[in-house]
Every structure is written in structure tokens, then in C-alpha cells.
T-cell receptor, first 110, second 112 residues
Framework: RKEVEQDPGPFNVPEGATVAFNCTYSNSASQSFFWYRQDCRKEPKLLMSVYSSGNEDGRFTAQLNRASQYISLLIRDSKLSDSATYLCVVNSRAGNMLTFGGGTRLMVKP | DTEVTQTPKHLVMGMTNKKSLKCEQHMGHRAMYWYKQKAKKPPELMFVYSYEKLSINESVPSRFSPECPNSSLLNLHLHALQPEDSALYLC???????????FGPGTRLTVT
């Protein structure tokens, strides 16, 4: 079993749609969780950290379910510019190390 | 300012060449990282430096040699690489006490 698992997609959605991604992690001792966004041939960029109480940043909402060991990302009112790969990232190992999921590809169509 | 810079942006090298990748950050971060990313795959950790000391080496072949000259700079020296080493090499940094890592734009390496 992979340490961090994501549905690779692609998710093809029309502009304005709401789309949700899930991610599961295997290490119950993990403490920090993130969503990164990566555009084609670019570096990953931190989208948001994920807190136990859930958090929202504009059209983006992230939630953490520790009991089920899954993390979600909800994008409302999708824009063409949201098209990217979304990486679920967890500190599942010692020290400063992060473990990346395989990424979920989102394509927003006009 | 959450900027990590990397040079060069692109690098083509032969299997007998020696080259170096450079990474710089001026955010006062005390941890710096090298990752390797192949197409359609997530980044894979190679090395971690903490307070200018190598703290993690993810069993990377010795043809990759990291160096941290000071708290703002991180180098990756390359020697006798193989074509399968062609990839995007990403540098990242994080501040003390935080797991949030900030990535540079990467160096796209092609080994011929």
C-alpha cells in the first residue's frame, strides 16, 4: 500500500463546477498535511495547509479526517486557471520529510 | 517573499561531464532539500540539509553529490550521470519548526 494515495484522474469538469479530491494516508502518526498545486513543467506550489478543524481559502476548502486517515480538497466555481495537478502531501516520516501522493489531474473546460 | 531560485533552468550534459546545479533562498530557512521528479510522477526526495549539515540521504547514487556552502545556498554536483537521470531537479526550503516547503522552479536536466 502506498503511503499517500490519490485518484490520478483526470477530472474533466466545466467552468463553474464544484469538484472534490480525496487522498488517504497510511501513517496514523502523521501530523502535517498539505495540498500543493503543480502546473505542467512547473514546480509544486503550496496551495494550503490542512488543519484538523478544516480550513477555507476563497473557493478552496480543505478537510482532514484523522479517524479515517483521509484529506479532501473542494474547489468551488472552477476556473480555467484551476487546471493543474493537485498533490496531497503528508509528513509521514521522521524529520522534515514529506511524502507526496501521485497527484490528481484536474482539467477545467470552457 | 517565498522565493527559491535555481540555476540553470535547463542543462544538457553528456555522461562524462561534470556539472553543478545551484539553489538559493533568502528567507532564513534552515532546512533545504533536493528532489528529483520524472514526468507524470510526484517529486522524490534525494537529500535533506538541516542547519547546513546533511541529515538525510535517500540512498542516492554517489554520482550525485550535494553541498551546502552556507545557510542560503545548496548545490548538487553531477558526475558520470546516466540517461535515466534525466529529470526535473527541484530544490526546496522550509523554516525551522515548519513542514511547509517552498520549491524553486527546478532545473530540467537531460543526459545524453
Amino acid at each position: 500500500r502506498k503511503e499517500v494515495e490519490q485518484d490520478p484522474g483526470p477530472f474533466n469538469v466545466p467552468e463553474g463546477a464544484t469538484v472534490a479530491f480525496n487522498c488517504t494516508y497510511s501513517n496514523s502518526a502523521s501530523q502535517s498535511f498539505f495540498w500543493y498545486r503543480q502546473d505542467c513543467r512547473k514546480e509544486p506550489k503550496l496551495l494550503m495547509s490542512v488543519y484538523s478543524s478544516g480550513n477555507e481559502d476563497g473557493r478552496f476548502t480543505a478537510q482532514l479526517n484523522r479517524a479515517s486517515q483521509y484529506i479532501s480538497l473542494l474547489i468551488r466555481d472552477s476556473k480555467l486557471s484551476d487546471s493543474a495537478t493537485y498533490l496531497c502531501v503528508v509528513n509521514s516520516r521522521a524529520g522534515n520529510m514529506l511524502t507526496f501522493g501521485g497527484g490528481t489531474r484536474l482539467m477545467v473546460k470552457p | 517573499d517565498t522565493e527559491v531560485t535555481q540555476t540553470p533552468k535547463h542543462l544538457v550534459m553528456g555522461m562524462t561531464n561534470k556539472k553543478s546545479l545551484k539553489c538559493e533562498q533568502h528567507m532564513g530557512h534552515r532546512a533545504m532539500y533536493w528532489y528529483k521528479q520524472k514526468a507524470k510522477k510526484p517529486p522524490e526526495l534525494m537529500f535533506v540539509y538541516s542547519y547546513e549539515k546533511l541529515s538525510i540521504n535517500e540512498s542516492v547514487p554517489s554520482r550525485f553529490s550535494p553541498e551546502c556552502p552556507n545557510s542560503s545556498l545548496l548545490n548538487l554536483h553531477l558526475h558520470a550521470l546516466q540517461p535515466e537521470d534525466s529529470a526535473l531537479y527541484l530544490c526546496a526550503s522550509s523554516q525551522e519548526g515548519s513542514y511547509e516547503q517552498y520549491f524553486g522552479p527546478g532545473t530540467r536536466l537531460t543526459v545524453t
